[in-house]
């Protein structure tokens, strides 16, 4: 992602801030690997949000424009769950593990600029909870009627789903599975933790006998 066209790819619009950002931290601590940074920044961002405890293991290399991947490897939010068993299968996620996933939608919010879509999809996006499933379930959901990308919107128009999150309730295997973390803050907090631990580390080579740390947040 630090080369074009990778870095430029739709599906990684807006990750040049987050990037950009984390560019004084490996000015600092240059014997650290891009890869190893980004992930570590995203393990210290899901607790520092009061998400779930993340295992962290080091051992990314960081590789050189020649290893871009080509496009359309990444979701598309457009798209319906035909898509998204597409993209994770290959990856070796199943139903549930696409479902907790797209429980990180809790955090953050899409920007014009960016994606091309508009808004929050909770109340709270600097808390990781599960509302994102109880709004996805309980919320009436309408298209918003904008000269944007069509998306969805809540009674308070403060909200939004893209439709790849709204797909997930209209999908008869995923839909008991948003039903499962809307009922149950600790089930998704656990599965959570453990796919994104699997996102994190895929294709990893790591070294024989590497720690695993895990790291307090502040405000523990
Ligand atoms: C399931 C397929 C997914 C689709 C279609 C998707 C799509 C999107 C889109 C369109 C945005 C808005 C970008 C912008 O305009 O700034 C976004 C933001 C975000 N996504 Fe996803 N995403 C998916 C999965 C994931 C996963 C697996 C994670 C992490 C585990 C994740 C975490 C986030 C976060 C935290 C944001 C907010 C970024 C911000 O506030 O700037 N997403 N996603």
């Known amino acids: ?12 619009a807006g990750l040049k801030h987050a990037r950009d950002f984390l560019e004084p931290v490996k000015a600092k601590f ?11 920044a995203g393990v210290c961002a899901i607790q ?3 998400g779930p405890t ?3 293991r080091p051992g990314r290399t960081d590789k050189d424009a020649a290893a871009c991947t080509p496009d359309g490897r990444l979701p598309d ?5 035909k898509h998204l068993r597409d993209i994770f299968y290959r990856m070796g996620f199943n139903d549930q593990e696409i479902v907790a996933l797209s429980g990180a939608h809790a955090l953050g919010r899409c920007h014009t600029d960016r ?9 709270s996006p600097t808390v990781l909870t599960n509302d994102y499933y109880t709004l996805l379930l309980n919320e009436k959901w309408h298209i918003r009627k904008w ?15 893209l439709p790849a999150d709204y797909a997930l309730i209209q999908d008869k295997a995923m839909r008991p599975w948003v039903e499962k973390y809307a009922k149950d803050n600790d089930l998704f907090f ?27 947040p502040t405000n523990a």
């Open 115 to 123: 994606s091309g879509f508009d808004g929050p999809w909770t109340f």
């Open 147 to 161: 000269d944007g990308p069509q998306q969805f919107q809540d009674k308070t128009k403060g909200l939004m789903m």
């Open 190 to 216: 656990k599965d959570f933790a453990s796919v994104v631990t699997r996102l994190f580390e895929l294709g990893v080579p790591f070294k024989p006998d590497t720690e695993t740390m895990t790291f307090k």
């Open 48 to 50: 520092e949000m009061q």
């Open 30 to 40: 240059p014997w650290i690997t891009y890869s190893d940074l980004w992930i570590l």
């Open 54 to 56: 993340i295992p962290y």
């Open 77 to 81: 939010a457009a798209q319906g769950t």
């Open 1 to 12: 992602m630090r080369f074009s066209p990778e870095g430029s790819h739709g599906a990684n």
